[in-house]
């Protein structure tokens, strides 16, 4: 007797339950969700509306998968932070150990190189902060310059005697009518002027300078060359007080050309002039050194 198809028998039992109410099945003659089927495996069972949770298409797998990078991120940023607050802690306690097991002089010499350091610092700040300030005032600075440059250049130019000059001062005029009066005595005028605190000075039409020579013979008296006749007239710049006080004391010019018959009139002025120019010297032997 031979036996009937497998496929039939199924069909046969399974159409009672497509009829009955309450089976769950999605059609007739269609098979249980998730029941094996002829080979013994199980169809999967597809997603369904009933799936879809907040309407956008999304399961709550795919939602909890997205939240999981960003709390990932944030426990390793927290874990990096707890990290380093730890190493910071463990180096301070580790320094604070080493600084405590010192002796006394390391402590001293370390606080000591501190000190020294932040004495450094401070001058470099201080070195920095003046830089910054010339700087600022560039333009200021150079028109102080170079008006402290032509300032010396005209006290340079009145001591040597290219530059007129005026100021109070005295003028002195020395007498010598029988002619006694030599080249040493006027010198000795000289010196004693510039001893008195003499700027510059002139005798009659001749500029004194720091090489100015005096020659010749009483009554025939040259100055750098120049002959000069009595009654020889002195008109220098400085404090007359002074300079009157060195002319005059005993022994001195005054008394001297009195001994010689001759005669010193002593004039103080607060305007004095002394407008004789001295040409400058070409030096014969010296020269610029190189570099310079």
């Known amino acids: 007797m031979s036996e009937e198809p497998t496929a039939g028998r199924r069909s046969d039992a399974a159409s009672p339950e497509a009829d009955a109410p309450g089976t769950g099945s999605s059609a007739a003659g269609a098979p249980e969700t998730g029941a094996p089927d002829a080979?013994?495996?199980?169809?999967?069972?597809p997603a369904g509306p009933s799936d879809d949770v907040d309407g956008t298409g999304a399961t709550p797998v795919a939602g909890r998968r997205r939240r999981?990078?960003?709390?990932?991120?944030l426990i390793g940023v927290l874990t990096l932070l707890l990290g380093f607050a730890f190493a910071v802690q463990v180096r301070s306690?580790?320094?604070?150990?080493?600084?405590?097991?010192?002796?006394?002089?390391?402590?001293?010499?370390?606080?000591?190189d501190l000190s020294a350091r932040e004495d450094r610092l401070r001058q470099e700040i201080q070195d920095q902060r003046t830089a910054l300030a010339q700087l600022g005032s560039s333009d200021s600075a150079a028109a102080a310059a170079l008006?402290?440059?032509?300032?010396?250049?005209?006290?340079l130019g009145i001591l040597n005697g290219t530059v007129a000059a005026r100021g109070p001062g005295l003028e002195v005029v020395i007498r010598d009518p029988v002619d006694r009066v030599t080249a040493g005595?006027?010198?000795?005028?000289i010196q004693e002027l510039r001893g008195a605190g003499a700027e510059t000075m002139q005798i009659d039409g001749v500029r004194i300078g720091v090489s100015s020579?005096?020659?010749?013979?009483?009554?025939?008296?040259?100055?750098?060359g120049e002959p000069v006749e009595a009654p020889y007239t002195i008109r220098v710049i400085g404090s007359p007080e002074?300079?009157?006080?060195?002319?005059?004391?005993?022994?001195?010019?005054?008394?001297?050309?009195n001994q010689r018959r001759g005669d010193v009139a002593?004039?103080?002025?607060?305007?004095?002039v002394v407008d004789a120019l001295r040409p400058l010297d070409t030096p014969q032997y010296a020269e610029p050194a190189e570099g310079d």
């Open 39 to 45: 080979d013994g495996v199980g169809e999967q069972e």
């Open 93 to 112: 306690t580790d320094t604070d150990a080493q600084l405590a097991g010192l002796r006394e002089e390391d402590l001293v010499r370390i606080l000591d």
């Open 242 to 257: 002074d300079m009157a006080t060195a002319l005059s004391i005993p022994g001195g010019v005054s008394a001297v050309v």
């Open 68 to 73: 999981d990078p960003l709390a990932a991120l």
């Open 147 to 155: 008006a402290e440059a032509e300032q010396r250049a005209e006290a």
């Open 185 to 189: 005595v006027v010198l000795n005028a």
């Open 266 to 272: 002593i004039s103080p002025s607060q305007d004095v």
């Open 213 to 224: 020579a005096i020659t010749g013979e009483p009554g025939a008296l040259e100055i750098d």
